[in-house]
């Protein structure tokens, strides 16, 4: 889509601008909206002539601290859908192995390697340009069976939507789940053609598949709401440690509300180690 090394350059300011949080009256933020739908946007430059971009694609992947995520669940951020735009992978309670002389298996670096080859040499056969040099799309279609099943799940997520027992925050994230299930069933599907010998060009993504990519979508679907309860319990917990007098007392406090309450959160928002705590409610 026109000058490679001028969307690379206009990708990376772009992530420049969202690290910093420098977003001009929300127009950068507004591109990134935009980008995940995959809508063309014009990148203005001073120097150099604005460059179109038809048909965008980015994946971001990273990780981030959860205080530092917790501040991202703000009022705009949800209302706008940016927040929702986001797949999260939020894991119980991290333990540290010890050091260990142990390798990875040869065996097991050869398979990651002659895959990610495959994988690659795979992709380039599917890349057709037309006379103008675009990238035309090829196009995997479900079976029969597996239409069936995506109609089904879709209105039962459509259901969920409608429905007064759900929260309406939750409402707009399982609309932007309801459109990663066909993303998440097209990489699954060629993944099954890439290490089971399967024709992708004569293969339909089955009903099996569609499974899996809803039984993907149900993962991040817990994931978010977990994410989302957490937020708001330490958004809690911070308004009540600015009226707390010292460190002790809100301990004392927390543990009379729920004997059963965050250590490791509480500890991290005082800004003390969890073995003060445990010294708090020893005494």
Wanted: hydrophobic share 35%; proline share 2%; net charge neutral.
């Amino acid at each position: 889509y026109g000058d490679h090394r001028d969307l690379h350059l206009s990708i990376r300011r772009q992530r420049q601008m969202c690290i910093r949080d420098r977003y001009r009256d929300g127009s950068d933020k507004q591109k990134w909206l935009s980008i995940w739908s995959n809508e063309s946007i014009i990148v203005n430059r001073v120097s150099r002539p604005d460059l179109y971009i038809a048909s965008p694609f980015i994946s971001v992947m990273g990780g981030i601290q959860p205080t530092i995520l917790d501040e991202q669940f703000t009022t705009e951020n949800i209302a706008n859908g940016f927040i929702d735009r986001f797949l999260f992978c939020y894991p119980e309670k991290i333990t540290f192995e010890q050091f260990s002389l142990t390798d990875l298996e040869e065996n097991i670096s050869e398979w990651w390697s002659d895959s990610i080859i495959k994988i690659s040499d795979s992709v380039a056969q599917f890349i057709k340009k037309d006379e103008n040099d675009n990238i035309i799309p090829f196009i995997c279609k479900m079976s029969t069976d597996g239409f069936k099943t995506w109609i089904a799940i879709f209105n039962t997520y459509s259901t969920l939507q409608n429905s007064d027992d759900e929260i309406e925050s939750n409402k707009s994230m399982i609309a932007k789940i309801k459109v990663y299930i066909p993303r998440f069933a097209l990489i699954i599907h060629f993944l099954d053609c890439m290490f089971y010998s399967k024709d992708i060009r004569e293969t339909y993504i089955s009903k099996e598949t569609i499974l899996k990519a809803d039984l993907l979508a149900q993962y991040f679907i817990n994931q978010f709401k977990k994410i989302k309860i957490d937020s708001a319990e330490t958004s809690k917990i911070k308004s009540n440690i600015s009226t707390a007098t010292d460190n002790e007392s809100f301990v004392k406090k927390c543990y009379d509300e729920n004997p059963d309450f965050n250590r490791t959160k509480i500890a991290e928002l005082l800004g003390i180690s969890r073995q003060t705590i445990y010294k708090y409610l020893k005494k």
